[in-house]
């Protein structure tokens, strides 16, 4: 699909496709688009390569902010108590395009989700009048050429689960799955499942995928209410997930 020139952009998508099937180990092509491997089950978790001993390279404190506190979007208590009350997107949703040629990215999104300002986010969309359920997206400076410098897909939803842990708005945070894809311009991208109860929105699923592209870290959150009486169901789920991976590079 050609891309708008225009510094951000919307564009008609077409009807949600059935989720992709689980990828059971590592992506040896950059059209492979991953489900999340469940981290329960550890055969299915993304296989990598030994690592050599070499020191990895120094990552900014400013993108390690950015990379294990984000999630930073706090929705206010209305919308938290808006979102539990139906934690479903409709079966007839539509994604649309968004394109930001400036910073050079480009996702699908819910075409109802409206773009709203936030400090610190480069771009954040809500669902009206449910602000828990949003996708933000940060892009951070780093000196690094690729995300494997900072370590695997494991590593990190290691370290972002540390992270979320140590808020104290937190009371329990989960991985549920790790994978790893490639960008249109073949970078690997690593997608984490995880689901967080907070004293500041309630019970949460998280979607987030990372990629580091012209020295430029960027980070993708999909946050969803997900009350156990009222669980994310799964035409939801294959929303969400086609979201997360439309995530990409503007090449």
Not at 95 to 102: A, M, V
Not at 149 to 159: I, Q
């Amino acid at each position: 699909m050609a891309l708008s020139p225009s510094t951000a952009t919307l564009t008609t998508g077409a009807a949600i496709s059935p989720v992709i099937p689980l990828i059971i180990r590592r992506f040896d092509s950059p059209q492979s688009i991953p489900s999340l491997a469940p981290v329960d089950q550890p055969d299915r978790l993304l296989s990598h390569s030994s690592t050599s001993n070499h020191e990895k390279p120094r990552i900014t404190r400013r993108a390690i902010s950015s990379l294990l506190l984000f999630p930073f979007l706090i929705p206010s208590p209305a919308a938290a108590s808006a979102a539990a009350t139906g934690a479903s997107l409709s079966p007839e949703v539509d994604l649309e395009r968004y394109t930001d040629q400036s910073e050079g990215f480009t996702l699908l999104k819910p075409a109802s989700w409206r773009k709203v300002e936030k400090a610190g986010a480069t771009a954040l969309f809500e669902e009206e009048g449910k602000g828990i359920n949003n996708i933000g997206i940060v892009v951070s400076p780093v000196r690094l050429s690729s995300l494997r410098d900072f370590g695997t897909p494991e590593f990190v939803a290691d370290k972002l689960i540390q992270a979320e842990r140590r808020k104290e708005s937190t009371k329990d945070a989960n991985v549920l799955g790790v994978a790893e894809r490639w960008c249109q311009n073949g970078f690997p991208v690593y997608e984490i499942e995880y689901r967080v109860d907070s004293s500041r929105g309630g019970m949460k699923r998280i979607f987030s995928a990372a990629f580091v592209a012209s020295n430029k870290l960027y980070l993708l959150n999909i946050a969803h209410s997900d009350p156990p009486d009222n669980p994310l169901d799964s035409q939801t789920r294959k929303i969400l997930e086609r979201v997360l991976h439309s995530f990409d590079v503007v090449v």
